[in-house]
């Protein structure tokens, strides 16, 4: 458990910078698509909520896990999908006119 | 037993590959060239982190999850579908609904019946999950409100805000300090949820329309870091760096959007970024300004070499960026070099007003940052400004005695020509005087942006060749 918890500390830490680095390379042309997808990205929060409403344990347990599978998966949809639409629109000079 | 390992492990290597996914993803966002491969990565590794979850051995009831996929699809394509000037408010309406899961996971996972006590530490990490994402709902539903216009915009200050605003949140880290040493006092979980809850309306009302961008990528930090709260808790690494990498990207972009508006880091992270800005003195001496009318406009654009159009959020709210498009079109056939100035905080939300302008169809290799474009000014013949006005005020880089001194701007001033479509000559949103209209090379064009853009490239084909 111990351990589990150190291993759980390191793998924040190492994210957290590699967060870090790899976001400030992103173009501040992206910004608002960066942030739709990592909205969706952060959305994987649905494995959590998916084993609580399956397990089914208690039934506060599974009501809480079925609404939060529902607030999730639309952020999951609706994210990808409207970063999409924004980056579709990211054309260089000389691409036909759409 | 062989069978029940076996399929953990392969739940576990399917996280594997999505927390790689997820980073790749996030890797190749960085150009507009390869970002749409980084959706795809992401979609990926999203699709295969499901479907190993749905392997995982103790789950018993695939009805209900199979009903919340579907209402979650459903509600989700239409969030996905949302005009480009609304994105800000579905943004701040997804961090809001990303915070709900998170809490109610953090909610469910407190009153789970289990055979040894949660450790102290974890119990620490379940509060700040509950903490951090029920502040983030009702902040981010407050943003979102705000945003949508269905909320007042102007800030709402009273006296003592900030001691009852950190009072609030004190209550609440004081009541989670008392359930870690004495974790069987479960009667008082809710305040840890209601508190905070309240803390998200209270932090919100203070902050002003012009304070978005930042209150976003803010909530999106504290989205990400509850969601990495919650893999601790769950023992789930895939969460843990979904949610550090989530949280580093807000925390990335308010910080630039802080550095934008000249607030100090310290000022971000206490979220104390409402205070009203103290209106200078208005020293309304009727100074006298140079107006031109379209014809006179388009002649100059016509003679131009280079031209730079500066777009505030002005010219979003007058839906002009289609006019610019063609302003811009009609330039470029004359050979005229035309690049758009884009100012951190033009827009909404980070990079919002890219956004509007890829949209309306101008090349994304045209908009330039504004470290890109300002090292340009000197030799640029025309600065157009349409609906900016504070991002263009000299007065940031030599008043000292500005409200806005030391905010970092667009040089316009250095071009050789300023043309600055307004509306009127009243202050902007800050209540500050420009001095840049009132400096000889520049001429106000009066009107709505988008009629007078309009007018512009109407003189501009009717002309022809000259």
């Not at chain 2, 470029?332 to 890829?358: C, E, Q, T, Y």
Request: glycine fraction near 10%; charged fraction near 15%.
């Amino acid at each position: 458990m111990k351990i589990d918890l150190l291993t759980s500390l390191y793998v924040f830490m190492l994210a957290a910078f590699i967060g870090f680095e790899v976001i400030k390379r992103i173009t501040p042309l992206l910004h608002t698509p960066l942030m739709s997808l990592t909205n969706a990205l952060d959305a994987i929060a649905v494995v959590g909520a998916i084993i609580l409403a399956g397990e089914h344990k208690t039934t506060l347990a599974a009501i809480l896990g079925t609404i939060a599978i529902i607030s999730a998966t639309s952020n999951i949809v609706g994210g990808f999908l409207i970063t999409d639409r924004m980056l579709k629109m990211f054309k260089p000079s000389g691409a036909k006119k759409a | 037993m062989n069978g029940i390992l076996g399929s953990d492990l392969l739940i576990e290597i399917t996280y594997l590959i999505a927390t790689a996914l997820f980073i790749l993803s996030l890797m190749w966002m960085s150009t507009p060239t390869t970002a749409r491969r980084g959706i795809f990565a992401g979609e990926i590794g999203m699709a295969l982190a499901i479907a190993g979850t749905l392997l995982h051995h103790g789950i018993v009831d695939y009805k209900l999850i199979l009903i919340a996929l579907v209402l979650g699809t459903i509600i989700g394509i239409p969030l996905g579908k949302v005009q480009m000037t609304a994105v800000p408010q579905r943004t701040a309406l997804s961090h809001s609904f990303g915070a709900l899961c998170v809490t109610l996971v953090g909610t469910a996972e407190f009153y789970l019946p289990r055979e040894a006590p949660m450790s102290r530490f974890m119990m620490a990490v379940l509060c700040m999950e509950v903490i951090l994402g029920a502040l983030t709902i009702t902040g981010s539903l407050m943003a979102a409100g705000k945003l949508q216009e269905w909320l007042p915009q102007r800030p709402i200050t009273y006296k003592g805000q900030n001691f009852v605003n950190l009072g609030l949140l004190g209550v609440a880290i004081i009541v989670a300090i008392v359930l870690v040493i004495h974790p069987e006092h479960t009667q008082l979980f809710p305040a840890i949820v209601a508190i905070p809850l309240v803390f998200g309306v209270m932090m919100i009302i203070p902050i002003g329309g012009a304070d978005m961008p930042t209150v976003i990528s803010l909530l999106n930090s504290y989205a990400g870091l509850s969601a990495a709260a919650m893999g601790f808790v769950l023992n789930s690494k895939l969460l843990i760096v979904a949610g550090a990498l989530d949280g580093a990207s807000g925390f990335i972009l308010s910080m630039n959007m802080s550095k934008a508006m000249n607030r100090s880091f310290s000022n971000v992270l206490f979220g104390a970024f409402g205070q009203e800005q103290t209106a200078a003195a208005g020293t309304a001496e009727a100074r006298p300004v140079r107006s031109a009318t379209a014809e006179e406009a388009a002649a100059i654009l016509a003679a131009a070499n280079k031209v730079v159009i500066v777009p505030g959020y002005g010219m979003a709210v007058a839906q002009a960026q289609h006019k610019v498009r063609e302003l811009f079109d009609s330039l470029s056939k004359r050979g005229v070099d035309v690049k758009f100035g884009i100012h951190p905080v033009a827009g909404r939300m980070p990079g919002h007003m890219n956004v509007l302008l890829a949209e309306a169809d101008i090349p994304y290799d045209r908009l330039l940052d504004m470290d890109e474009i300002n090292g340009d000014f000197p030799q640029t013949d025309v600065a157009l400004i349409i609906g900016a006005n504070d991002v263009t005020n000299p007065a940031a880089r030599n008043d000292a005695s500005s409200p806005i001194f030391g905010m970092p701007i667009l040089d316009v001033d250095k071009a050789r020509t300023v043309m600055v479509i307004k509306r009127s000559m009243g202050a902007g949103f800050a209540g500050i005087e420009n001095p840049l209209y009132f400096m000889d090379r520049t001429l106000m064009l009066f009107g709505d942006a988008k009629g007078f853009v309009g007018n512009i490239v109407r003189e501009l084909s009717g002309g022809g060749g000259h």
